[in-house]
Structures are given as C-alpha cells and as structure tokens.
C-alpha cells in the first residue's frame, strides 16, 4: 500500500507576505508553490496583487519562469527514479533507495521537514477561507485565536475519527482541484473579456480559445474521478 | 534492529508519560516498521531524551512569555521564536532523519506529488523510454496550469481584484462568487485534513522507532496538534517559516541532483554500490514496454496523478 500525497502548502502566499517584493523573491516562492503542488491558482490574485511593479508583463515573466523550473524539476525527477528502477519504482521513490544510501536520506529529512512546516501555511488558507465565508471583516486577534483553536480542534478530531477519506480527498482534489486550475480561471477570463468596453481581436480570440483549456481540465477532473471511484470498487 | 523487549523500560518518560491503555507493545519484528535496521538503543534513548527536554522546554517558554498570567496573542510570535522551540524543532528532525534512514520501508510515512512520478510512469511501462511521453506529459500539463496560473493574474489585472472571490464577482458576477469561495475553502480543507493524517501517522511511526512502543493516535495526534501544530497557526505572521518552506524546495532539487547522482554513477545496478542492498521488489527491473505504453489505459494513472490536487493512498 502505497501513499500518494500531494502536499499542499495552499495560500503560502498571504502569510508570507509577498506586497512589495521583487521579481526573484517572488519566482522562488512560485516555486516552492508549485513545487509541492500544481494546484496554486487561487493564490494567483495576491501574486498579482503584491507584485512589485506589478504589470502583466512582470507577472508573467515570474509565472513562466517559476512554472518552468518547477516543471523541469518534477520530469527531471520523474524520469530519473523511473530510469533507475524501471517497472519496481514505489510509491513514494524514496522507498527505492537503500538505508545505507546517506546521500538518498538526507533527502528524506527534506520531505519531512516540508510537511511540518507546510501545514500552518496551508492552515492559514483554510482558515481565511472560512472567514470569508462568514463573511467576516474585523479580524480580532482574539476571534482568530478562537477560530484558530476551533478549526484545528475540527480538523484533527476528523483525522482521528475518520479511518480512510482517501475516496473523499481524490474525488474532491480531482474534480475541485482541475476547476481551479483549468475551468474557474476559463471562465473568469471569458467573463471579464465580455466586460471590457473593447476588448481586442486577440483577447476575444483567447477568450474563445480557453474553452479548450476548460474541456481539458474537465477530461482531468473525469479521470481523476474515475480513478477515485475504482480504488474503492 | 528494534527489540519488544527493550520497550518497557522506556516506555512513559516525563511528559510523555501515557497511561498504560494507550500504548501497545511494540510489532513483532516482521512488520514493516521493525525491518530496518535501527542506531544502538542508547542512540534511540539520546533522541526521546532530547525531544521530551525539549517539549518541556517549550511549555516553559509557552508559560515565561504569558504575562500576568492571562494568554496574550501579541506574544504567540516570540513563542514560537524561543530557542527552545528551535531546539525541539531540532531534535524532531533529527528523530525522523534516524527513522527514515534507518528504516527501508518507509511507506505509510509521508510522500509529495512529485516523488510518486515514476511509478506512475511504471504503471504503464517499463522500458527506459517509457520516460520519454511521461515527460512529455509533464511538461504539457505543467503548461498549463501555468497558462491557468497567468490567465487568473491577468484577469485581476483587467478587473483589478485582489482575490479569487472579488475576480469571480467582477467578471462572473457576485451571486455566484460563492461557488468559488466553497472550493477553495473545501479544497484547503481536505489538504490540511490529509496533513494532519499523515503527521498523525509520522509522529506515531518516529515515536515507535525512538522508544519501542506504538501509542494510538488518538493520543500522537492531539498531542502534536495541541504542542506544535497550535502555537505555529496562531503566529500572527508566519513569515519566520518562509525560511523552513524555502530549505524543504531546495531539498527537492537537492533530491534531484542525488537521483542523477546515483543514477549516472549506477549505483543501483546489480553490480552497483547498494545493488544488493534492497528487496527484490524495490530493486530495478527493466522490460519491454517503452514509449508505446502511453497508449496503454494504465497511463492514465500517472495522469491521474498529474491532475492537480489528486490525493490518493492505495
């Protein structure tokens, strides 16, 4: 039994705090973004926001960029632990090397050291979004702390109560997961273009053309789902 | 190698000191956790005493930094700054460094995106140039969610919104905002909640290894939560684990450059450094199924894995 885990250090940027910052700082947080997980549009708007400069020329320098590393990272990565072991590569690759290998376990130190550190990143994204939904404007520091207490008690009394949510969070991550990243932002940019007071010819030809994006994240999302729903049938 | 019987004499020490109902005795030694082959007891007793001090300590600092007695969320950040805490964070490393390295089976404990890859490429093939379409997949997939990525900055560019919310308001109307508020939010849920099930499981897996006794979750978790997980969401600005989050990314390229290390020095050949080192089922085994097994339906496993926030344990 293998355990695939996309570690998800959602909302980094906000806490963080990336107003004001330059165009490397910014290419390396993308980075540690993309890095643990493709799922980092929701985040998009404070990049944008909190760049420095922040034109679209600018933005799209640092998204190519860090997406472009982060890319070469994962296939590079990808290719070499599946030309190593072939047919036999595991779950989690690391598995593969051996004990005595220190080179290899300093790399494992890494990873764990990734998790601890992402979860209060990924926490503050969960709790701004519970805010939000409650609409709530003042931030007290005693209703965070509150808050923070509350959820945290949520959640982990979830863990421990529930035995496997692997169906809900594969169910959820693919289908969720591909619409943020593939079918919301389709939809948002179609949606402003038709309220711009006049749009040019290429962006009403993008417009047109992100459709195609949007089909494909809803073919993702279909896999991802059906994969889902085999590993408990 | 661990030992059951060496467990009691360590079992319950100052703060971790559980009732007995909680704590099980130790898995015979054909399970996974007890294959590998683990420091000296002493090495083991070195590490539990260094994070039980240091978990005193941070309570200690938890309580210096409480004034007048009364909880003040203004002084959560120079908590979490202590030493102390530093120190703990320190030891904790350094017990999961001698678990994970001590032990080959190290599934069950954590994994990333990232790291599961190839055998999602040996899924569908089993041939070197099975590489070939999977990185093709890769890259095209990464492309666009980058396309994606850019395509959400820009239209906050063309409505300047400042977040996902306020974008969807502006280009697709406020009715319907909610819809992406309860994704998102959702979304974050279900990765905090498989973070919290995995630290869960690591803590419960590092603590086996240091003292010999396998504590319930129920107890590991909750214990965790409420000692480390707690005090670092309530920072006010969590800037001061920028640093932490950068070092785990520059692990992974770290990660990189060992794997083409070891895999342009072949060391895991059969002739290799660490060729024999391994289970026959971890060790390299080539085939016939190259890049023509993209077309294979099993392909789309690794495509599955590349669907953005697809999170999984099989």
């Known amino acids: 039994m293998a355990l695939f885990v996309l570690v998800c250090p959602t909302a980094v940027v906000a806490p963080i705090g990336l107003r004001g910052v330059s165009t490397l700082t910014c290419i390396l947080v993308t980075c540690i973004l993309v890095t643990c997980i493709l799922v980092t549009d929701f985040n998009a708007p404070k990049f944008y926001t909190e760049l420095k400069d922040n034109t679209v020329p600018r933005y799209m320098t640092v998204v190519g960029t860090s997406f472009g590393i982060s890319i070469g990272l994962f296939a590079s990565m990808a290719a070499l632990g599946f030309l190593t072991f072939g047919g036999n590569s595991a779950g989690l690759i690391l598995s593969n090397y051996s004990p005595k290998d220190t080179l290899m376990g300093i790399s494992k130190i890494a990873v764990a050291l990734s998790l601890v550190f992402s979860y209060p990143l990924a926490f503050v994204g969960f709790r701004d979004g519970v805010l939000d939904l409650l609409k709530v404007k003042e931030r007290k520091p005693a209703l965070m702390n509150s808050l923070t207490v509350g959820l945290l008690s949520f959640v982990t009394l979830l863990a421990l109560i529930i035995p496997d949510v692997s169906f809900v969070l594969s169910f959820a991550g693919s289908t969720l997961g591909n619409a943020l990243v593939y079918i919301f932002p389709a939809l948002m940019f179609r949606g402003a273009v038709k309220k711009q007071p006049s749009p040019s010819k290429l962006q009403k030809f993008e417009s047109k053309a992100v459709v195609g994006t949007a089909l494909f994240g809803l073919i993702m999302g279909a896999v991802g789902a059906v994969k889902a729903i085999q590993s408990i049938m | ?314």
């Open chain 2, 1 to 314: 190698m661990l030992s059951p019987q060496k467990s009691p004499n360590r079992k319950g020490r100052g703060l971790l000191q559980f009732p007995s109902k909680f704590v099980s005795t130790y898995p015979d030694k054909d399970t996974d956790l007890s294959t590998g082959e683990d420091g000296p007891s002493s090495h083991r007793f070195y590490l539990f005493a260094c994070i039980d001090l240091a978990v005193k300590s941070s309570i200690v600092s938890l309580f210096w930094n409480e004034k007048k007695r009364h909880w003040n969320p203004e002084y959560s950040e120079q908590f979490v700054l202590q030493p102390s805490l530093f120190f703990y964070i320190l030891a904790r490393v350094a017990i999961t460094h001698s678990y994970l390295i001590g032990n080959p089976v190290v599934k069950g404990i954590v994994g990333a995106g990232v790291l599961s890859l190839p055998a999602g490429i040996a899924a569908f093939g089993n041939a070197p140039s099975a590489a070939v379409p999977a990185v093709a997949l890769i890259a095209f997939i990464g492309a666009l969610s980058a396309y994606g990525f850019g395509l959400t900055g820009r239209v906050c560019a063309m409505t300047k919104a400042t977040t996902y919310r306020a974008a969807w308001a502006e280009s697709l109307g406020a009715k319907s905002s909610w819809i992406s508020a309860w994704t998102v939010t959702f979304k974050t849920c279900c990765a905090i909640l498989a973070y919290s099930m995995i630290l869960g499981e690591t803590f419960q897996s590092i603590i086996a290894a240091a003292t010999g006794n396998v504590f319930s979750t129920w107890l590991v978790l909750p214990t965790i939560t409420a000692g480390v997980l707690l005090p670092l969401c309530m920072l006010k600005n969590l800037s001061s684990l920028a640093p932490f989050s950068l070092l785990g990314s520059l692990g992974m390229l770290y990660t990189a450059i060992a794997m083409f290390w070891r895999y342009i020095t072949k060391a895991y050949t059969v002739s290799g450094k660490f060729g024999s080192d391994l289970a026959p089922h971890l060790r390299p085994a080539f085939g016939s199924i190259g890049a023509s097994g993209i077309f294979n339906a099993k392909s789309a496993i690794l495509l599955g894995m590349l669907s953005t926030a697809y999170m999984a344990r099989k």
